[in-house]
Structure formats: C-alpha cells, structure tokens
C-alpha cells in the first residue's frame, strides 16, 4: 500500500500544476477560432425586407461591408484567363466612346429577368425548387451605396453554380460574342448588344471593378469578379450575406458614372427600358416623411414667452384652452428620411388588356422591350387579338421596321424564334419554331394560351394539338396584318381611288410603308408560297415586283390582271440578274410593240418561285423565254414556216453538234435575228447561271435538268433573208457555216446563256472582223525580234563607272 502512496501524491501534484495553464489554452484557441468564419450565418429576413432594409447580424454586416469597399481581386481566389473574343469585345466597351451607357442597366434587368423565367419554368413540375419562404419571391431589386459608388441589381433567379460562371462569364464566348464584334466595327451601335447574347459585358461602360454573386440549388454561393484587365477569378463567397438562390450584381462605379447614383435616373431608365419586365423590378428608395418628435423644453420655455406677450381677445377661452394642452405632451414636425422598396412597373402586361384601351405609344413601348431595339423607329404593323374557341389563347404580333442582317443566312438551318410563349401568364419558352412556318420567323410578339397544359415537358408541348390550332390562327393573322399595310398604304391604291385617298387623308404617315416592308421582308413572303401550299394564294396577293409598264414603282398581281390587253390569257413574267438588262432582252421586243405587260424577276429566289406558282386567279404564267409564248394568231405563219423550212432545216443540221434541238421560226421578235429559247419545264438561261454560281455545284447531274435548246429565227430580218437565199444557192458554203455558227452563239450571249468555249467564238469574231476589213485569212502575226538583254554584270560596271565619273565632278 506504501509502495503505490507516494506516486499517486507526485501525480495529483502535477495535475494541479497543468490544469489552469490548459484552461488557458483551450480559452485562447477558442478566441483565435472565433475570427475564422465557419457556417455564415443566415438571414433573418430578406436583403432589404421591407420595411426594415437590410437584416443580419454585426459579423455579416462587417464582412460585407469589407466585400463591397474593395476593388482588387480576392488573393485565395482561383484565377482565370478571359477567352480572346471576349477579351476583345470587352476591349471595345472599355475603350468607347458611345454616348448612351444607359444600356448597361436595360441588359441586367432583362439578364434577370431570364433568370427568374428559367426557375419559374422548372417550378412547373417541381415546386420545391423555390425553397421557402422569401425564396419564392420571383423579383429583382435594385440597390445604391452613395458613399461607396456600388449599385447592386439582385434577383431571385435560377442562379449559376461555378461552372455557369465560368462558362457564361469568361471563357466559353458564345457565337454571338463574334457575331457582336463584327457588327460593331462595321456600324459602331453599341445599342445593339442585347440582340447577340452579350449583353452582361455593357457593365462596363460604367464600372472598372464587377461582383458577380451567385447561388444555385445544385451548388455553394461563388463569388465572380473582374477588373476587365483579361482576368477574373472566382472563390467560394463566405463573406457576403447568404442569398438563398440567385444572383446579385454589384458594380464599382467609375467617377465619370456617378449620375447612376441618382434614384431619379434609375426610375427613368427602368421606366423607358424595363416597363414591361414579366416580374416586379424594386428600387431601394428615400423618402421624405413627416414625424411628431417631443419638443425640448429650451424649445417650449420659448414658445411659453411668445404667447405670453401676444394679445387675446378672449382670455377666459384662451385659459381653459392652455390647461388642456398643458396635460399634453409638446410635440413637433420634422422630415425625416426613411427608405422602402419602391415598385418601379406596375404596367399590366399589355396582351392582357383590351385591344382599344392600349395606345400606340404603348405598342411602341412594348415592341421596343421585346426586341431589345431601342432605336426611334416604329414597327410597320402589330396585330393585338384574343382567340376564342377550343384553343383559347392571346396574342401580339409586330412586324419590325428593319429585317435582321442574318435573316436568311442559315434560313433552313437556324432555330431561332422570335415568339415568346406563355401559359397562363408564366413563360414557357422562345424556342418554339412550331407556333409560326419560318417564313414568318422575322415577326415578334408572344402568345399567352390558358388552354396548354403548364405541368408538362417542352418537348410534350410540341406534339401538342393545340398548337397546330394556334400555328393556324396565328398565320392568318399575321398574312391579315402584312395585308392591310398595303390596304392602308396610299401608293398601293389605284388609280381610280388614289385621288380620294390624298383629299381625305391629311396624315401620310403610312404612304410607302408597303414599299418599305417588301424591300425588308420580301423574300420571305417568296419562300412562303414555295413553303405553304395551304397559304399559297393569300401570299400571292402580298408579291410585288416591277413590269415593263410599272415606270420602277412596285405592283401587285391584282394590279397586272386589271391592266391586262383584252383577250390576253396569260401572265407574261421574264427572269434575269438585273431590271436594266431585262429591258433590253430581245424576248420582250415583239411584246413591247404589241403592248403587252412583262413582269421582270431579278431575284434568284424567282426561279424557285415560279416553279411552284403556276397560275393565279384562273391566269396561267408563261415564261417569255421560254417554248409555248402565245401572242394571237398569224394568218402568215403557215406561208413562213414553208418558206424557211430549207433554211430551218438546214441549220438544224449544221447545229447537230451543239446539242440544238430544233429550229423554229420566232413569233417573239422584232429587231433581233435569232434568239435561243429552252423548253416549257427544263431550267431558264437565268436558273442555269444561278446553279452553275453554286458552291457545291456539280455539271454533270445538272444536264438532265437543262432545258432543250431551240433556236428561233425571224423571218422578217434581213440578216436571216440573205442566209436563206446562201443556202438555197449552196448549202456546203464554209463560210455560210461560219457565219450560222457564229449567228448561235451571239445569240446565245444575248439569251442570257453562258458559252461552252468562249475561245471559238472569239475566234469566229475575229474571222470576221478580218473579212470585213479585207485581210487574208491565213494573214500571220508579225512575229516580235529577239533581242538579246545585256549581263547583270556589264550593267553594274556601267553603273559604277558612272557614279565615279559624277564623284570627280563634284570635286
């Protein structure tokens, strides 16, 4: 028992000795641990919650404040490189000199906005995606720090998780990126920017230090920033308050930005830009109120004294009134400043309101946020309609003032749609190329169905059956609207009403607006008839195009027809690359002089066209170039065609090898000799020209879609009547032969045609130019004297010589 005594005393006396320095440490670890951040602290309320402002607690409120006041690159940050076009078009912003930054403001609101379209949509079919409480608030708030310059632009969205960050902000540069840059250095409007996807980077315009503070379900709160210096980096955010879900955008202003300061110009600039934002957009705004504060009593002692000395005419009332007032406590009015969120647009969407109650400046307001064109110019036309039946659904439709520069650049191949669809007022999608043909594709608007099914997949909603409904409605509505521009349109009437329309239309606002929409869309209403064989007609009405007869003014079909000789049957048209060379073709000299009417088509998409538009209003339409042209009967025709069948005959045979199908005498020309025409359904001289341009053309499957070959003669011409009287004297004349041959290939240059060996032809003229001016044909060409050039080195001697001879000179 002894033996164990003693240790067991040495123990409890070291023990004794190590238990407050242990205490000391634990203490002292437990303070230095406590300026680490663990967990950041939630929220109690929401950023700014009304009617308090901003809720937290003092450890948040520092951190951030440290955030917020900084404007270099976090140093635990993970860095990254921008990608070169994004570098370059941010290079573009930075160094600009373009007046209106306004823009910066339009793009992140509308950023914002497609963020809370995006969590709103994914809601549909999974309602805890919101979360809870101020979560499910879809909005977007807009902040000002006066003293520190930052304005902060917050939503509710889908938020981006890093690798969004990463991937929208930085490095992977969209097309558009490449798209935006070009059209900048070619127009230099920076307004544009929102058209091309890039719209984020116009903060700079305004700020040289970005926050990008992002929060998505899938991942932490990260942290974005740049000083668009070509690097930005991104960090875990545990300094900020946490935001639940979204995004919240802080811009360092620069000091020539300070008016974005001012809570006036941002109302504004939402009001002109953002009104008809799908969700409430809140400014953090003063407000001056009045407030009953307790009077101090130096304050009351001297207001005591003043009312002692004035005057009373009652006293006795006065006295009682006094001993009241005196059992109250003395207050007075201040102003004082408090801040709430103020509700910047709270315009209804306008689609929902009735159709008469809307102005046209609200029309104009509304197309201008939807296409993100912010220019001065009005649509052409809109249609506002409500659907009624069994697809309930509203609309709006513009046709905008000016057709995109890529219109039909990737027609066949691009997806893009201009229709916003809604579903009970919730956005659904703008990739729905099903709600209208891409004819139309050029057209803004949206379309808000109550009758779609909300809870179901995009690609559910296609196959829908209901939008075939609406698809159908909707392209009636919109070939109504392009129709009454021209109803309205006083160039567009005839003759007859045109004098009524000037005397009692004082406004001609509308005049040219036709002229105006052809020469933008044109093409497109083209690509419809080749497109919709339901529509095929209706579209019709909406071509126009110059005739022979219109003096370069644009006419429609129905205005040929009601101009047409008595007894014509058919709609004369020609094809060709330009309006001046159509003018002069010999197919049109026989016609013009018995005053016919010829409509010229100079555009490519023509030859398409009129492969599909047959006829109209019971009026088949006949290619002039072509076989089959009827122009009334020739009582001589029968007595011609006897007397040149020698000639016909003959040059058909000597044309074997050119691949001529027959010889014919011409009832189409006038002046001219010979003319080569193709047969009814094979391709034109203009469609052969066109398919040999193409890029990935290929001649040998083109042959069996060449039109046969025939070569009209006119009788009448001197040229033919002595070629005539060659071969009936000898018909193995050489020279007759030449002179045939070289008569088939002038005109198939002047038909339009190109030649197969353009050296024998030249070779022809030149035969003749040497008979005409009596050379000999075997004449040879003086052949040049070799001389013989002097060595490089001789030429140096000489040189040198020379510069020696020129030095002494001078001496």
């Not at 490519?604 to 009334?632: I, T, W």
Request: charged share 35%; glycine share 4%; hydrophobic share 35%.
């Amino acid at each position: 028992m002894r033996k164990w005594t003693i240790p067991s005393v040495l123990f409890l006396l070291c023990l004794l000795f190590l238990l407050p320095d242990q205490g000391r440490r634990i203490q002292a670890n437990a303070e230095a641990e406590s300026d680490v951040p663990v967990d950041p602290p939630k929220v109690e309320e929401k950023f700014g919650a009304i009617p308090h402002g901003l809720s937290t607690d003092s450890d948040v409120v520092k951190r951030e404040s440290e955030s917020m006041s900084r404007k270099t690159l976090r140093a635990d940050a993970e860095k990254f490189e921008f990608q070169a076009e994004v570098s370059r078009l941010m290079d573009i912003i930075i160094n600009s000199l373009y007046s209106n930054k306004d823009i910066f403001l339009r793009e992140l609101i509308s950023n914002a906005s497609d963020a809370l379209d995006k969590i709103r949509f994914l809601s549909l079919t999974d309602k805890e995606v919101l979360g809870e409480g101020e979560n499910t608030k879809l909005e977007i708030q807009i902040k000002l720090d006066k003293e520190k310059k930052i304005l902060s632009i917050r939503d509710r969205g889908i938020g981006m998780t890093k690798e969004d960050l990463i991937k929208n902000l930085g490095t992977i540069a969209k097309s558009g990126t490449s798209a935006f840059v070009e059209k900048m250095q070619t127009s230099g409007d920076l307004n544009l920017i929102g058209q091309f996807g890039v719209g984020f980077y116009s903060v700079y315009l305004v700020a040289d230090y970005v926050e990008v503070i992002s929060k998505h379900n899938d991942d932490k709160q990260y942290v974005w920033e740049s000083k668009a210096d070509g690097a930005f980096a991104i960090s875990e955010d545990v300094w900020n308050e946490p935001l639940g879900r979204g995004t919240e955008i802080r811009l360092h202003l620069r000091d020539e930005a300070g008016e974005y300061l001012d809570e006036y110009k941002l109302k504004d600039l939402v009001k002109k830009y953002s009104e008809f934002i799908n969700f409430p957009i809140y400014l953090w705004a003063s407000k001056e109120v009045e407030k009953e504060v307790p009077t101090d009593e130096d304050e009351s002692s001297d207001e005591e004294e003043t009312s002692e000395t004035s005057p009373s005419e009652d006293e006795e009332e006065d006295d009682s009134e006094k001993a009241e007032d005196e059992k109250k406590p003395k207050t007075k009015k201040v102003k004082e400043t408090t801040y709430e969120w103020e509700l910047l647009n709270d315009v209804k969407a306008i689609w929902l309101r009735n159709p008469k109650e809307v102005t046209e400046e609200e029309y104009t307001k509304f197309y201008h946020s939807l296409a993100k064109d912010f220019s001065d110019e009005k649509p052409l036309a809109w249609s506002h309609f409500n659907a009624e039946g069994d697809v309930e659904f509203k609309a709006v439709l513009f046709v905008p003032p000016k057709a995109p520069q890529d219109l039909y650049e990737s027609y066949y191949n691009s997806k893009k749609s201009n229709l916003k669809l809604y579903v009970r007022r919730v956005f659904i999608s703008d990739e729905f190329d099903e709600l209208l043909p891409k004819y139309l594709s050029f057209l803004m608007g949206l379309v808000d169905s109550d009758t779609l099914p909300l809870n179901v997949s995009r690609e559910m909603l296609q196959q829908h059956s209901s939008l075939k409904t609406i698809k159908k409605k909707l392209i009636r509505k919109a070939l109504d609207m392009i129709r009454k521009i021209a109803d309205e349109d006083p160039d567009e009437s005839n003759d007859k009403d045109k004098k009524d329309i000037e005397e009692s239309s004082a406004d001609n606002e509308k005049k040219g607006q036709y002229a105006k929409f052809w020469n933008e869309f044109g093409k497109s209403v083209k690509l419809g008839i080749i497109e919709d064989a339901t529509n095929r007609n209706r579209l019709a009405k909406l071509l126009r195009f110059e005739t022979s007869k219109s003096d370069g003014k644009l006419t429609s079909l129905d205005q040929y027809i009601s101009r047409m000789k008595a007894g014509q049957k058919d709609i004369f048209y020609i094809t060709g690359a330009s309006k001046e060379q159509l003018e002069k073709s010999p197919f049109l000299e026989r016609l013009t002089k018995k005053n016919y009417e010829v409509i010229f088509f100079t555009d490519p998409v023509d030859e398409y066209l009129m492969q599909y538009l047959m006829d109209y209003e019971d009026h088949k339409f006949q290619n002039v170039s072509k076989e089959g042209l009827k122009l009334g009967k020739d009582s001589k025709a029968k007595e011609l065609k006897e007397s040149f069948k020698e000639l016909t005959k003959w040059w058909k045979g000597a044309l074997a090898s050119d691949n001529v199908d027959d010889v014919k005498i011409s009832n189409r020309l006038a002046d001219t000799p010979c003319v080569v025409v193709t047969s009814k359904y094979g391709w034109s001289a203009n469609m052969e020209r066109i398919m040999q341009s193409q890029t990935l053309s290929d001649a040998s499957k083109q042959a069996y879609m060449r039109g046969k070959r025939v070569l009209e003669i006119n009788p009448r011409h001197p040229i033919i009547k002595e070629l005539r009287e060659r071969v009936v004297k000898d018909p193995e004349d050489e020279s007759v032969k030449q002179t045939a041959q070289l008569m088939y290939q002038t005109a198939l240059l002047e038909s339009g045609f190109l030649l197969n060996d353009p050296k024998d032809f030249a070779s022809r003229i030149y035969s003749s130019v040497k008979s005409s001016l009596n050379v000999s044909p075997d004449a040879a060409v003086e052949e040049e004297e070799d001389v013989e050039e002097p060595e490089a080195e001789t030429d140096d001697k000489e040189a040198a010589a020379k510069d020696d001879s020129d030095a002494k000179d001078e001496l």
